[in-house]
């Protein structure tokens, strides 16, 4: 027994090593330019296929052409992210909150299918390291040597990095950005510079977990998306910025997952999210984290006035709605199936925003919400033999009152921890309902949740949900421009000045959470008759990355804005898909200049805009969003 | 007549270090109170502990006979203590207007209604406010783009909104020109005569202090060296030792 | 009426192919569309070989004069690995391009979401390659029929040969995923059958592309197993061997896996393929059968390159819906589900056969044992295993299909 608790030790803190090299630049470029890097994990994929290319061509045998080629990979994606941070984030970094990660994310997929035009689809298994090819026996079982040299290359890269960070000009800087980004630009520093060489240090960083890989791992098309999440866990249980933090949180999660498999073999799909949630339960900044010195919010710009709808936008508004209700009469048959689908995906969105716009917590885990309206309209079916309409009525319960639960923990914390806390349950919840397989079919899901007879035409179901939709897109809207949405936005913008003035400002945003829970619920349930079936998809990572990419792209201030993203993103995604095979490059770039030319989205660049027309008129400066619909 | 905030003994420490130490004053309706000492002399820990930001060690607070120490800062508004801060702390993305109807708002009890617009709400009582601290023509204007000195005024109106019985301000003229010091204070011992308010500030412009308070307590290192009349203060000898050389008019912001 | 594969493409040069052009076939009257839905940007390795195989096959039966008079034309739609996509894809190739039928599915939840669309609108499926035994079984419905050997036969395949095995602990290693918890239920519970003397002292179910493969390999040997069950592939399988190799997990140990000799999976191994192990696959290479050979070259000829299994599966599933479409004389999808029952076709691998109890086909799978030549993994001692001969008789079926 002791022997293999001694093996399985080395095993995490073996596998702890390359997820320390990518966090830890994930949690420095984080720390400095406040960019949430969704294109980490690419970085990470593009060092190993790099590395395999190099490695190749040198020679992998030879010990400098494998380490020459592993070191070279890790220089040559350095250099990539300083091109990226160049051409592409320089630009926005005025840009609201997190919209940085709309651009990141898009790169992403454009990284996809570059890697896969360059490399194809089947696996590369690199050569094993010169040297290092062998085991030596520890306590009886073999252990290969490789990875004792990982073991050893984590604390001395910890140890470099140390020094680098405490002992340097640049390293300094670093530090001071990560605790306070104000004084750096009153220190006269040059912003630019220390921006662009923190990108590529933290991409390069990435590469090399990557390059390191090589003698481990065959070199795959989805190492990228496979890391990312948790990388991005390491990062906020360590403490943002924190590399110390960074290390410990990566032994936890490599130690516990080596355990975990000897304890609970099908737990390992969300174990690294249970310790999450536990560790910002308790120590909401992650374990090393600081509580971050001045405000909250980044380099963003001052969130516009909300005033209501002017009779322009109105008309425009109602001009939609109207075309929305004739369209069955206008276009063709199938396109109903799309608006639909837009519809549901607005409602989805609209959720969302009222958390992330007038509330001010961004969630990386909405699809839950969204999942569990789903699974609430098919479990009522199929257990409870419920007809349509008490299943739609019932299923947002279930999304609410998770949203009660999970709401509770997650308004306690802000920023980019509160957002993985809500990516915590969401793993939570996706786990549940892909593991409980008697209750929910496992990933087969459950199927035959068709709608009822009198509304399974293609005709009725839209009318249906169109009118769900809009009743509950406007009810949120109402939400906003009552007192209760501007409590929500007072929290939001001062929680200092809010609670001085009477507000119990985590009650509010609790409420706020369950709202949102309650809408995506009914937006889920919906999707979940127009499907027919529902599947842990519904709640997966990446459905909760759509409903934030519509939001962002929208623009996150105005009203309509998610509305509009969710059309322009979800409408794009499927129109491109139908024309080709590589439509995530296509969407990926045009995701990315759309980031570059809308920096405060769709919505909200066209206000700006127009209002700085109407400045240049001599008008009163306000922003009007457009309504709703 | 029972003072509106009565001090005894507050203390705290951090780490070991007494912040604030055996602190005890009063102040009455309609007066103003100025809270003077030199940086770090636990000016504004001392505040915190009024308005419940940070939990005091020892000691009570006490606001009209009623024991307020170990509330919650919303709780201590609720029972009549508006607050001003050293940085000002408003609400960006709304109004000047919306502002001073967010607290409004909140001191009528209906920050929970999801429908109605809060826009129409208590639109006249805010702008009474607003007239009062001069702010009404720029109502419409959004918090995020004001001067400094504004700022101040609409965070004096929001603080008053709730008709306090008591009002802190932290270094409220911290960060103005010296005319808008002026004005800012005579227009808050204007509205504190007026209302029957009772002031509590802090400050570092003895120019300010001497010509609007009643009376001044000076803190030094977390105890209350000295308490009066402005002249009596003054021309305290242990006061005079605390800020002799450090710029005894003007201290550093 | 019996057609096969052969009446099409007699006489067929395979360069003519390259002749049927849209102008000609719009000449001939419409085509008939076949709308084909697949994960074929999540799931390339297996899905890029799986449309050449298709194209290959489709641009054969065109070039002999298409079916029914008319050309075959295919849309393909990428799912991305999402269900949900899948049936927005499916109503709008119904609804928009008028496709004649759906086929494709590479995922098991993909598949049976395809399914069950397909029961509600009453439209042909032809899964291709879903391995889940509900598309068929307990999900199985009147409009669904699929091709590849499932899971459960698969692992009948391997049981058949591990139970001659002296081995009587096993361990067993499967991604934590529908396809991994049904192949090792199935191995244990046939394996138990055969050999009620066997007991199982470990069970490692890593999350799918996410294995830890050192904490696992460890996890097996701690159980010290005689022999192991292996259901991971890809690139959990490549950390798998590796690191099992380096810490000499299968020396000494028998081990029965699923699908490793499939080149997609054996391929990237290189000269570290595990030797010795029982696995289902495809050695491409030596199957000397005309069927065989015949679609061999004509791939290589094609595409330069030779066939995965994923061109086998893609070129019978196209050939199998040019049969059908042959044997029911239209396009009506009652008519076409009726013909698809019981229809007999020639595939790469031989004769096959829908069954027409549980819409199965009787495609089978090479078994046989791995070994490295030149530095690439190969199979020796293969046999073909018909696939009628490892699935439940047509009265098990009853009980198996609620559908009927």
């Given at each position: 027994?002791?022997?293999?608790?001694?093996?399985?030790?080395?095993?995490?803190?073996?596998?702890?090593?390359?997820?320390?090299?990518?966090?830890?630049?994930?949690?420095?470029?984080?720390?400095?330019?406040?960019?949430?890097?969704?294109?980490?994990?690419?970085?990470?994929?593009?060092?190993?296929?790099?590395?395999?290319?190099?490695?190749?061509?040198?020679?992998?045998?030879?010990?400098?052409?494998?380490?020459?080629?592993?070191?070279?990979?890790?220089?040559?994606?350095?250099?990539?992210?300083?091109?990226?941070?160049?051409?592409?984030?320089?630009?926005?970094?005025?840009?609201?909150?997190?919209?940085?990660?709309?651009?990141?994310?898009?790169?992403?997929?454009?990284?996809?299918?570059?890697?896969?035009?360059?490399?194809?689809?089947?696996?590369?298994?690199?050569?094993?390291?010169?040297?290092?090819?062998?085991?030596?026996?520890?306590?009886?079982?073999?252990?290969?040597?490789?990875?004792?040299?990982?073991?050893?290359?984590?604390?001395?890269?910890?140890?470099?990095?140390?020094?680098?960070?405490?002992?340097?000009?640049?390293?300094?800087?670093?530090?001071?950005?990560?605790?306070?980004?104000?004084?750096?630009?009153?220190?006269?520093?040059?912003?630019?510079?220390?921006?662009?060489?923190?990108?590529?240090?933290?991409?390069?960083?990435?590469?090399?977990?990557?390059?390191?890989?090589?003698?481990?791992?065959?070199?795959?098309?989805?190492?990228?998306?496979?890391?990312?999440?948790?990388?991005?866990?390491?990062?906020?249980?360590?403490?943002?910025?924190?590399?110390?933090?960074?290390?410990?949180?990566?032994?936890?999660?490599?130690?516990?997952?080596?355990?975990?498999?000897?304890?609970?073999?099908?737990?390992?799909?969300?174990?690294?999210?249970?310790?999450?949630?536990?560790?910002?339960?308790?120590?909401?900044?992650?374990?090393?984290?600081?509580?971050?010195?001045?405000?909250?919010?980044?380099?963003?710009?001052?969130?516009?006035?909300?005033?209501?709808?002017?009779?322009?936008?109105?008309?425009?508004?109602?001009?939609?709605?109207?075309?929305?209700?004739?369209?069955?009469?206008?276009?063709?048959?199938?396109?109903?199936?799309?608006?639909?689908?837009?519809?549901?995906?607005?409602?989805?969105?609209?959720?969302?925003?009222?958390?992330?716009?007038?509330?001010?917590?961004?969630?990386?885990?909405?699809?839950?919400?969204?999942?569990?309206?789903?699974y609430g309209a098919a479990l009522a079916v199929k257990w409870l033999a419920l007809p349509m309409l008490p299943a739609l009525v019932f299923a947002p319960f279930l999304a609410g009152i998770a949203g009660f639960v999970f709401g509770w923990f997650c308004v306690r914390l802000s920023g980019v921890y509160?957002?993985?806390?809500?990516?915590?349950?969401?793993?939570?919840?996706?786990?549940?309902?892909?593991?409980?397989?008697?209750?929910?079919?496992?990933?087969?899901?459950?199927?035959?949740?068709?709608?009822?007879?009198?509304?399974?035409?293609?005709?009725?179901?839209?009318?249906?949900?169109?009118?769900?939709?809009?009743?509950?897109?406007?009810?949120?809207?109402?939400?906003?421009?009552?007192?209760?949405?501007?409590?929500?936005?007072?929290?939001?913008?001062?929680?200092?000045?809010?609670?001085?003035?009477?507000?119990?400002?985590?009650?509010?945003?609790?409420?706020?959470?369950?709202?949102?829970?309650?809408?995506?619920?009914?937006?889920?349930?919906?999707?979940?008759?127009?499907?027919?079936s529902v599947f842990p998809t519904y709640m997966a990572i990446p459905r909760s990355v759509d409903a934030l990419l519509m939001v962002l792209l929208g623009g996150v201030q105005t009203v309509s804005g998610p509305i509009v993203g969710a059309f322009a993103f979800m409408g794009l995604q499927e129109q491109?898909?139908?024309?080709?095979?590589?439509?995530?490059?296509?969407?990926?770039?045009?995701?990315?200049?759309?980031?570059?030319?809308?920096?405060?989205?769709?919505?909200?660049?066209?206000?700006?805009?127009?209002?700085?027309?109407?400045?240049?008129?001599?008008?009163?400066?306000?922003?009007?969003?457009?309504?709703?619909? | 007549?029972?003072?509106?905030?009565?001090?005894?003994?507050?203390?705290?420490?951090?780490?070991?270090?007494?912040?604030?130490?055996?602190?005890?004053?009063?102040?009455?309706?309609?007066?103003?109170?100025?809270?003077?000492?030199?940086?770090?002399?636990?000016?504004?820990?001392?505040?915190?502990?009024?308005?419940?930001?940070?939990?005091?060690?020892?000691?009570?607070?006490?606001?009209?006979?009623?024991?307020?120490?170990?509330?919650?800062?919303?709780?201590?508004?609720?029972?009549?203590?508006?607050?001003?801060?050293?940085?000002?702390?408003?609400?960006?993305?709304?109004?000047?207007?919306?502002?001073?109807?967010?607290?409004?708002?909140?001191?009528?009890?209906?920050?929970?209604?999801?429908?109605?617009?809060?826009?129409?709400?208590?639109?006249?009582?805010?702008?009474?406010?607003?007239?009062?601290?001069?702010?009404?023509?720029?109502?419409?204007?959004?918090?995020?783009?004001?001067?400094?000195?504004?700022?101040?005024?609409?965070?004096?109106?929001?603080?008053?909104?709730?008709?306090?019985?008591?009002?802190?301000?932290?270094?409220?003229?911290?960060?103005?020109?010296?005319?808008?010091?002026?004005?800012?204070?005579?227009?808050?011992?204007?509205?504190?005569?007026?209302?029957?308010?009772?002031?509590?500030?802090?400050?570092?412009?003895?120019?300010?202090?001497?010509?609007?308070?009643?009376?001044?307590?000076?803190?030094?290192?977390?105890?209350?060296?000295?308490?009066?009349?402005?002249?009596?203060?003054?021309?305290?000898?242990?006061?005079?030792?605390?800020?002799?050389?450090?710029?005894?008019?003007?201290?550093?912001? | 009426?019996?057609?096969?594969?052969?009446?099409?493409?007699?006489?067929?040069?395979?360069?003519?192919?390259?002749?049927?052009?849209?102008?000609?076939?719009?000449?001939?009257?419409?085509?008939?569309?076949?709308?084909?839905?697949?994960?074929?940007?999540?799931?390339?390795?297996?899905?890029?070989?799986?449309?050449?195989?298709?194209?290959?096959?489709?641009?054969?039966?065109?070039?002999?004069?298409?079916?029914?008079?008319?050309?075959?034309?295919?849309?393909?739609?990428?799912?991305?690995?999402?269900?949900?996509?899948?049936?927005?894809?499916?109503?709008?190739?119904?609804?928009?391009?008028?496709?004649?039928?759906?086929?494709?599915?590479?995922?098991?939840?993909?598949?049976?979401?395809?399914?069950?669309?397909?029961?509600?609108?009453?439209?042909?499926?032809?899964?291709?390659?879903?391995?889940?035994?509900?598309?068929?079984?307990?999900?199985?419905?009147?409009?669904?029929?699929?091709?590849?050997?499932?899971?459960?036969?698969?692992?009948?395949?391997?049981?058949?040969?591990?139970?001659?095995?002296?081995?009587?602990?096993?361990?067993?290693?499967?991604?934590?995923?529908?396809?991994?918890?049904?192949?090792?239920?199935?191995?244990?519970?046939?394996?138990?059958?055969?050999?009620?003397?066997?007991?199982?002292?470990?069970?490692?179910?890593?999350?799918?592309?996410?294995?830890?493969?050192?904490?696992?390999?460890?996890?097996?040997?701690?159980?010290?197993?005689?022999?192991?069950?292996?259901?991971?592939?890809?690139?959990?399988?490549?950390?798998?061997?590796?690191?099992?190799?380096?810490?000499?997990?299968?020396?000494?140990?028998?081990?029965?896996?699923?699908?490793?000799?499939?080149?997609?999976?054996?391929?990237?191994?290189?000269?570290?393929?595990?030797?010795?192990?029982?696995?289902?696959?495809?050695?491409?290479?030596?199957?000397?059968?005309?069927?065989?050979?015949?679609?061999?070259?004509?791939?290589?000829?094609?595409?330069?390159?030779?066939?995965?299994?994923?061109?086998?599966?893609?070129?019978?599933?196209?050939?199998?819906?040019?049969?059908?479409?042959?044997?029911?004389?239209?396009?009506?999808?009652?008519?076409?589900?009726?013909?698809?029952?019981?229809?007999?076709?020639?595939?790469?691998?031989?004769?096959?056969?829908?069954?027409?109890?549980?819409?199965?086909?009787?495609?089978?799978?090479?078994?046989?044992?791995?070994?490295?030549?030149?530095?690439?993994?190969?199979?020796?001692?293969?046999?073909?295993?018909?696939?009628?001969?490892?699935?439940?008789?047509?009265?098990?079926?009853?009980?198996?299909?609620?559908?009927?």
């Amino acid at each position: 027994m002791i022997d293999l608790i001694f093996a399985q030790t080395l095993n995490g803190l073996a596998s702890a090593s390359s997820l320390f090299l990518v966090a830890c630049g994930l949690s420095i470029i984080f720390g400095v330019t406040r960019i949430v890097n969704f294109a980490h994990g690419s970085f990470y994929m593009l060092g190993a296929y790099l590395a395999f290319t190099l490695v190749s061509y040198f020679g992998g045998s030879e010990a400098l052409g494998f380490w020459g080629g592993v070191v070279l990979a890790a220089l040559i994606i350095a250099v990539i992210g300083a091109l990226v941070e160049i051409t592409i984030l320089r630009r926005i970094y005025q840009a609201p909150e997190l919209f940085q990660l709309l651009a990141t994310f898009g790169l992403v997929l454009m990284v996809q299918d570059i890697a896969l035009a360059i490399w194809g689809a089947e696996d590369k298994l690199g050569p094993r390291a010169p040297g290092f090819k062998s085991f030596v026996l520890l306590m009886g079982s073999r252990f290969p040597t490789y990875e004792l040299f990982l073991i050893v290359v984590g604390p001395i890269m910890l140890a470099l990095l140390w020094f680098l960070f405490q002992k340097t000009r640049w390293g300094t800087l670093v530090r001071a950005a990560t605790q306070d980004r104000e004084m750096v630009g009153a220190l006269g520093v040059n912003q630019r510079l220390l921006f662009t060489s923190v990108f590529a240090f933290g991409a390069g960083l990435a590469g090399l977990g990557g390059a390191l890989q090589l003698p481990r791992e065959a070199v795959n098309l989805h190492m990228d998306l496979s890391m990312i999440a948790e990388a991005f866990v390491v990062v906020v249980v360590g403490g943002l910025g924190s590399v110390t933090g960074a290390y410990l949180a990566a032994v936890l999660i490599g130690v516990i997952h080596a355990f975990g498999i000897l304890i609970f073999p099908k737990i390992t799909l969300v174990l690294v999210f249970l310790v999450m949630a536990v560790v910002l339960m308790v120590k909401p900044y992650g374990l090393m984290g600081k509580r971050p010195v001045g405000s909250a919010h980044a380099h963003g710009p001052v969130e516009p006035l909300l005033l209501p709808a002017s009779p322009a936008a109105k008309g425009l508004g109602l001009l939609a709605l109207a075309l929305l209700l004739v369209a069955p009469f206008i276009v063709a048959d199938h396109w109903l199936l799309t608006l639909t689908e837009l519809s549901i995906f607005a409602l989805f969105a609209a959720s969302l925003h009222l958390m992330m716009g007038p509330g001010g917590m961004a969630s990386f885990g909405h699809a839950a919400y969204f999942g569990l309206g789903a699974y609430g309209a098919a479990l009522a079916v199929k257990w409870l033999a419920l007809p349509m309409l008490p299943a739609l009525v019932f299923a947002p319960f279930l999304a609410g009152i998770a949203g009660f639960v999970f709401g509770w923990f997650c308004v306690r914390l802000s920023g980019v921890y509160l957002a993985m806390l809500t990516l915590a349950f969401a793993q939570i919840a996706w786990a549940t309902a892909f593991q409980w397989v008697d209750l929910t079919g496992g990933d087969n899901g459950i199927l035959g949740v068709w709608p009822a007879a009198w509304a399974s035409s293609k005709l009725v179901f839209y009318y249906l949900t169109l009118a769900i939709c809009v009743v509950f897109v406007l009810l949120l809207r109402v939400f906003v421009f009552a007192p209760f949405g501007y409590a929500l936005r007072a929290g939001r913008d001062s929680p200092l000045r809010a609670e001085a003035i009477g507000l119990p400002v985590m009650r509010i945003q609790w409420l706020a959470f369950i709202i949102a829970a309650f809408a995506a619920g009914i937006a889920g349930s919906l999707f979940a008759f127009f499907k027919g079936s529902v599947f842990p998809t519904y709640m997966a990572i990446p459905r909760s990355v759509d409903a934030l990419l519509m939001v962002l792209l929208g623009g996150v201030q105005t009203v309509s804005g998610p509305i509009v993203g969710a059309f322009a993103f979800m409408g794009l995604q499927e129109q491109l898909a139908k024309a080709t095979m590589y439509w995530r490059f296509v969407l990926g770039a045009s995701i990315v200049l759309l980031v570059i030319l809308f920096p405060r989205g769709l919505v909200g660049t066209t206000l700006a805009l127009a209002e700085r027309r109407r400045e240049d008129g001599g008008a009163a400066p306000a922003a009007t969003p457009e309504p709703a619909r | 007549m029972t003072p509106v905030l009565e001090v005894r003994n507050l203390g705290k420490s951090f780490g070991g270090v007494r912040a604030v130490d055996d602190v005890s004053f009063q102040v009455e309706a309609g007066k103003l109170l100025a809270l003077i000492g030199p940086n770090g002399a636990g000016k504004t820990t001392c505040f915190n502990m009024l308005n419940g930001q940070l939990p005091s060690d020892r000691g009570e607070v006490i606001l009209a006979g009623r024991r307020i120490s170990g509330l919650k800062p919303r709780e201590v508004w609720r029972l009549g203590v508006g607050r001003t801060f050293q940085i000002t702390a408003t609400f960006a993305s709304m109004s000047v207007r919306e502002n001073v109807q967010m607290a409004l708002i909140s001191h009528a009890g209906e920050i929970w209604k999801l429908f109605g617009r809060a826009k129409d709400r208590h639109v006249a009582e805010a702008d009474a406010l607003l007239q009062q601290v001069g702010m009404l023509d720029q109502a419409e204007r959004a918090c995020g783009v004001l001067a400094y000195g504004d700022l101040k005024r609409v965070e004096l109106a929001v603080a008053i909104a709730n008709q306090p019985k008591l009002l802190l301000m932290d270094e409220p003229t911290a960060g103005m020109a010296p005319r808008e010091r002026i004005a800012l204070m005579a227009l808050t011992a204007e509205i504190a005569r007026q209302r029957g308010i009772a002031v509590l500030f802090t400050e570092h412009d003895m120019d300010v202090v001497f010509a609007h308070s009643d009376a001044v307590l000076v803190l030094d290192r977390g105890r209350l060296i000295a308490q009066g009349k402005a002249e009596e203060v003054r021309n305290d000898p242990a006061v005079r030792a605390v800020y002799l050389g450090s710029g005894a008019t003007s201290g550093g912001h | 009426m019996k057609i096969d594969r052969r009446q099409f493409v007699s006489g067929a040069a395979i360069g003519a192919a390259a002749l049927a052009t849209p102008s000609l076939l719009r000449a001939q009257g419409a085509p008939i569309k076949i709308g084909e839905i697949n994960s074929y940007t999540s799931q390339p390795a297996f899905l890029k070989p799986y449309r050449q195989g298709w194209e290959l096959a489709q641009e054969q039966v065109n070039a002999a004069g298409g079916v029914l008079g008319r050309k075959i034309e295919t849309l393909f739609r990428d799912d991305a690995g999402k269900p949900e996509d899948s049936v927005r894809l499916a109503g709008e190739l119904i609804n928009a391009e008028k496709v004649d039928l759906l086929s494709g599915g590479f995922l098991s939840n993909v598949g049976l979401a395809i399914a069950d669309y397909a029961l509600q609108n009453k439209r042909l499926y032809v899964a291709s390659e879903p391995l889940s035994d509900a598309i068929v079984w307990a999900k199985g419905n009147r409009y669904t029929f699929r091709l590849r050997p499932s899971t459960y036969m698969q692992a009948a395949m391997l049981v058949e040969e591990a139970a001659k095995l002296p081995a009587k602990k096993w361990a067993i290693v499967a991604p934590n995923y529908e396809y991994g918890q049904s192949a090792a239920k199935w191995f244990k519970e046939l394996l138990k059958k055969a050999r009620p003397d066997v007991e199982f002292v470990a069970e490692q179910f890593p999350a799918l592309g996410r294995i830890d493969a050192g904490a696992t390999v460890q996890a097996i040997e701690a159980a010290k197993p005689d022999a192991i069950f292996n259901v991971t592939f890809a690139a959990d399988l490549a950390n798998f061997v590796r690191q099992g190799n380096t810490r000499g997990l299968f020396e000494g140990r028998a081990v029965a896996s699923m699908l490793t000799g499939e080149p997609e999976y054996l391929d990237p191994l290189g000269a570290e393929a595990p030797v010795g192990w029982i696995v289902t696959g495809y050695p491409q290479a030596d199957i000397q059968t005309p069927d065989h050979v015949k679609f061999r070259e004509a791939y290589r000829a094609k595409y330069n390159d030779y066939p995965r299994l994923g061109s086998v599966v893609g070129y019978d599933t196209m050939n199998a819906i040019a049969a059908g479409l042959a044997k029911a004389g239209t396009t009506d999808n009652e008519k076409l589900v009726d013909a698809l029952k019981g229809l007999k076709f020639t595939s790469a691998f031989g004769p096959v056969e829908f069954r027409a109890s549980d819409h199965q086909a009787t495609l089978g799978a090479y078994v046989g044992k791995t070994a490295v030549k030149n530095g690439k993994g190969v199979m020796v001692d293969w046999r073909y295993a018909d696939g009628a001969k490892y699935l439940p008789s047509d009265a098990e079926v009853k009980a198996l299909r609620p559908a009927g």
